[in-house]
């Protein structure tokens, strides 16, 4: 199964492509390449951590507000023209910030350097200069309409004043040029290969050749737009005439479902390919090869658009159009949206205004509220993915072709916290990556972060993406502002706690910017109203230090499992799946049984809200911490009182997962990892290995009778049957703690052992009950 994690096994090439200015194949990453001038380097190496200046209650609107009253106050437009001249250079001297994203985990690493110049607060500087900025769109309706589109093609998210502006902007910006030749080289491949094939994958449909389309098309398109080479415009073709069955050996059936309608994704991302390759290669198209690529697109998938949106809908291809927890509202209407306005007025038929005064107010209505009020994807924190990919590439679409987003970004004024929580979720170890993950991204990035970045004005949106391996991908080099300064970090907290009663968890961290952080993600949260994409999961965790995930989750079982998307009642299917059931999680399980699935936790958090400074090397305080706990007594049965912490302790340095329960069955502590485990011969120390890292998990103040074991990621004999086999869990043990029936309190102290750290460095704390933890206790 390819998601998000399997790239883990990407390592070592670089993620920039063999195109990459900073990558010698032989090698590795070298350092970035500067310009002559910059003999003297405003990099400052330290190899060790040194001391940074915390900016103390930065928090972001203040520092936004005294940057805007700075700008404000500016003495004249020509000096502010000169210090953004400044601005922009000081961060250009540098370079790609990150020097790589081969980590095991594809995060980025950052060289450990103080910068107090170029690691500044989060900035988009203005800027009149064409070579370090995009100019402004002269396309400025007065009164915008969705059926309304500027004069010049393309329409859709780069207009020509865009790829006009774009060659010098390349030359003048690391991440552009960069991801440029990344865009070249990821199409040079795609060139080579046949045209992709059809592949109906059960209940998936057609989703991964359809995404692969689109990504292909994409590539393609810009590199001709950048090149004029002909070879592009022809391969583009091929893909389009070949997804038509039109080459020989045909594509999927030879009639109007040959887009499968019925799992509308697909329909919807052919829809948004062909859409892509007739406006951006608009004035390249012979009038035949236009009207064929229209034709086409109308019968297999505007014409599907309409029937969705009909009354009835006899074939259901439109469930999604009141779907607002997850990403196919937003993914269908866009493909939509994409493909009528790329042949409004071209179209002789009506069906792209008609479609277009379907699909606008139905997205305001469900796509924009997709996330909850915290900004967490309830659907997942993969799913993320796929959803704001739609949001963004409709919004943008719409903006550029006609002049508006029609509220499709602010109608939900909390939209915009979306951003924050893809920053938070993500963790030196990849995502805390709950639930399921979703089919494999092709055409699918995170780059929403970019489009958001801008329109939100969240440069730290903008700036945490650019140095993420998915960065480089043609959307980028439009969503992108190259006037964008700062890091991302400076004056960014190092937790947040997201609240809503979805999604209750935490996030909590030592560094943005160490690989080797360490990263504690903790969930409570409902476990139904989650598009049937989550786990019986409350109190669920992942751990990363050291490089490395010592705690993790399994991900996705498959998909085209008998009864596997079937509800998210306590009795479904689903919950036999061992990925999917309480005890395939990192919490307790109580009588080997799931939990309830009416849960209704309640939490209660606190942080010293420390913040990142202007550094890479986070030197977090003696006593910064933070705390996370929830009452999860409603998510069991047999269970009188259960309640989970999780306090980060001594600096950020060690975890303490203290769990109070009262049940009146059987009980049992679990937690996957991928290490090799040592238990001590008292049974009250478990040894975690993977590779040269080594984590200490103690049983503190242990109850009689409680000592680790390990067990096999494996269901119990017990287990009712599940309509199909699990998947293996290669290479993973759970830790357990198995006690009968009764009243405990276990405490599970976990100690990275970090380099250079003393063993009278560790700290063993005193025991607190859950009711008196503060940020100082324990400690
Ligand atoms: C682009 O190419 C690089 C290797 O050159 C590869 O790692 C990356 O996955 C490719 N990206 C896409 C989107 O195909
Ligand atoms: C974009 O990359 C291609 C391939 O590396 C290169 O030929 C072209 O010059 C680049 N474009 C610009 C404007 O630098
Ligand atoms: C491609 O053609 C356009 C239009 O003729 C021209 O403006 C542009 O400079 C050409 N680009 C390249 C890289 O040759
Ligand atoms: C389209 O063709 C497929 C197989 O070729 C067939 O199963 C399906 O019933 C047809 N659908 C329609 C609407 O004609
Ligand atoms: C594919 O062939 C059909 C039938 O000749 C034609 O109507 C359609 O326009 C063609 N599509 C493309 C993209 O070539
Ligand atoms: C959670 O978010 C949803 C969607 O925005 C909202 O309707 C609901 O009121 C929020 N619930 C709480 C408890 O904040
Ligand atoms: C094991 O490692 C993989 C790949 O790095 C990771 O995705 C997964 O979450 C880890 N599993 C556990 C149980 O920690
Ligand atoms: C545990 O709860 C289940 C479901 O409520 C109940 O059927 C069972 O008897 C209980 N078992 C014990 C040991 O209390």
Known sequence: M??????????????????????NESSGYITPARPAKK???????????????????????????????KNASASSSAAASAAATSA????????????ATDSQYLVPIYPMTTNTAAFTTPTFVSTTNTNLGWPQDPFQPSNPSPTQVRPDRPRLIAPTYMWDALPNLIKNDPYLSGWNATIFSNATQYLALPPVAYFLDGGNGILDPAREIKQRVKAFSYAYRLSNDTKWLDRTYVELQNAAGNLTGGWGPDNSTKWNPTHFLDTAELTAAYAIAYDWLYNEWTPTQRSSIMTTMITYGLNNGVIAYSNSDPAAYGWWKTNTEGNWNCVCNNGLTMGALAILGDDTTGIAAQLLGLTVPNALQNCAFAPSSDGTWSETANYWYFGTTGHAEMA?????????????????SEFQLTGQYHMYVSGPGSLFNYGDCGPNKYSTTANAMLFYGQQYDMPQYQLFQRDQFDAAEPWSMFWYNPAVTGAFWDGLALDHFFDNSTDQWGSMRSSWTDENALYVAVKAGTLQGHQTHNDLDCGDFVVDALGVRWFGELGSGDYNSIGYFSNDLQDSQRWLYYRKMTEGQNTILVNQQNQNVAAAPTVRHDTSATVQGSSTVMNVPGDSSAYFVADLSSAYFN???????????????????????????PIMWRAHTNATIVVSSDGFTATLTIGSETTIVQLLNPPSGAAF???????????????????????????????????????????????????????????????????????
């Open 39 to 69: 003999a003297v380097s405003k990099w400052v190496k330290f190899g060790i951590p040194v001391a940074v200046v915390i900016i103390a209650g930065a928090v972001l609107g203040g520092v936004l507000g005294s940057r805007s009253s």
């Open 2 to 23: 390819a998601n998000y994690d399997a790239l883990g096994s990407q390592t070592r090439n670089s993620p920039y492509g063999s195109g990459d200015p900073y990558y």
């Open 396 to 412: 943008s679409s719409l903006l550029t072709a006609t002049g508006s987003t029609y509220d499709l970004l602010s109608v939900n």
């Open 709 to 779: 074991t390990t067990m096999n990621p494996v269901r119990f004999a017990t287990d009712p049957t599940p309509p199909q086999p699990d998947q293996p869990n290669d290479g993973v043990y759970v830790l357990v703690i198995s006690l009968p029936a009764g009243s405990y309190t276990l405490e599970v102290l976990i100690s990275p052992q970090w380099p250079g750290m003393s063993s009278s460095s560790y700290t063993t704390p005193a025991s607190v009950p859950l009711s008196q933890w503060s940020l100082t206790s324990p400690s």
């Open 88 to 99: 922009i250079s000081v961060k250009n001297d540098i370079g790609r910030f990150a020097t």
């Open 639 to 665: 269970v009188t009182s259960f309640s989970r912490g999780v306090h980060l302790i001594n600096g950020r340095k060690q975890v303490l997962i203290q769990d109070e329960i009262t049940a009146s069955a």
